[in-house]
């Protein structure tokens, strides 16, 4: 055990600390003064050239804006359901793949292509896909027999064939590659030597699944429903293509990440608009504590303990 003083340590090892101080200096520039310099653009509104201090005059404004309020909603209940759905599904895919032993490969890189495609490009094929009209979608409807077909991007009401359905399907297809491939990696990191030992005391395959795999995969499907969230929140290309600037049909897809780019560049609102960057930060930061007290933190606790 070295018995070298903190000085003493840093001057043996002072070049790997400054091999720090440039992402550092990246990080404090693009990262941390543009936060801070959103809070205070919050508290002051444009007076012709000057800047004239408000307080918390914005976040009351917002607060009491029933189109931001919501703009809040659409963004938690297409969040969601978009990780209702994907996680289970995932699990079950990454399953079911871990058990295929040959061609698993090209399975893989199918499942992943709609990751590595481009968002824009999506949406549009699926703008296609899901036209009331001439959609492909209604077009194989109505020649199984439907007559009624659903309208998709065209409803906004809370339904299984409205706009959010049809863009919840979307984020699935988009992120259910990404989901397979982690879970599987965790899938192959748990011991074969347990499912031997559970196949001997007699457990079937559902109670290895449910007393082996599942506490195996916990890290990692905390780690999915975290950034599943927060990937979430943050939707917005895919639901400005398919919904345009307004999130129609009725904002029904106007999510809070669109609320923000239209309060900043149409309305020209650069201090409501931060106002609002402050608020969606601090829900990212409150669910991620929250996930950390419940998930993490009980982890860290068994493990110490």
Do not use: C
Not at 81 to 96: E, G, K, Q, R, T
Not at 230 to 246: C, H, N, Q, V
Not at 249 to 269: C, D, G, H, K, W
């Amino acid at each position: 055990m070295s018995t070298a003083s903190l000085p003493q340590r840093i001057r043996r090892s002072w070049h790997w600390y400054a091999l720090l101080l440039a992402p550092l200096a990246l990080f404090l520039l693009f990262v941390i003064w543009p936060t801070i310099n959103a809070f205070r653009l919050s508290l002051y509104r444009m007076d012709g050239r000057t800047e004239v201090f408000v307080g918390f005059d914005h976040y009351v404004r917002l607060l009491n804006d029933q189109v931001f309020i919501d703009a809040i909603l659409n963004t938690v209940l297409l969040g969601v359901a978009f990780l209702a759905i994907v996680l289970p599904l995932s699990l079950v895919l990454a399953s079911l793949m871990n058990g295929i032993r040959h061609f698993s490969t090209p399975l893989k890189v199918i499942y992943f292509l709609p990751q590595v495609t481009s968002s824009v490009a999506i949406a549009l094929v699926f703008q296609y896909v899901f036209q009331p009209d001439w959609g492909l979608l209604n077009g194989i409807l109505h020649s199984l027999g439907v007559q009624d077909t659903p309208l998709w991007l065209a409803e906004p009401r809370y339904s299984l064939t409205g706009s959010r359905a049809a863009v919840t399907i979307l984020a699935v297809w988009m992120g259910l590659g990404y989901f397979v491939i982690i879970i599987l990696a965790g899938l192959q990191t748990v011991p074969r030597d347990l499912y031997d030992a559970a196949a001997v005391d007699g457990a079937g395959p559902v109670q290895s699944w449910r007393h082996i795999t599942l506490p195996g995969l916990r890290p990692i499907l905390i780690f999915l429903i975290m950034t599943g969230i927060i990937d979430a929140m943050a939707r917005f290309s895919d639901l400005w293509m398919l919904g345009g600037p307004g999130g129609t049909p009725a904002r029904s897809l106007q999510s809070i990440v669109m609320f923000m780019y239209r309060t900043a560049f149409e309305s020209n609102n650069l201090n409501l608009a931060s106002a609002v960057a402050v608020i969606f930060f601090m829900i990212v930061l409150l669910i991620t504590a929250v996930n950390y007290g419940l998930f993490l933190r009980r982890d860290h606790t068994t493990t110490v303990g």
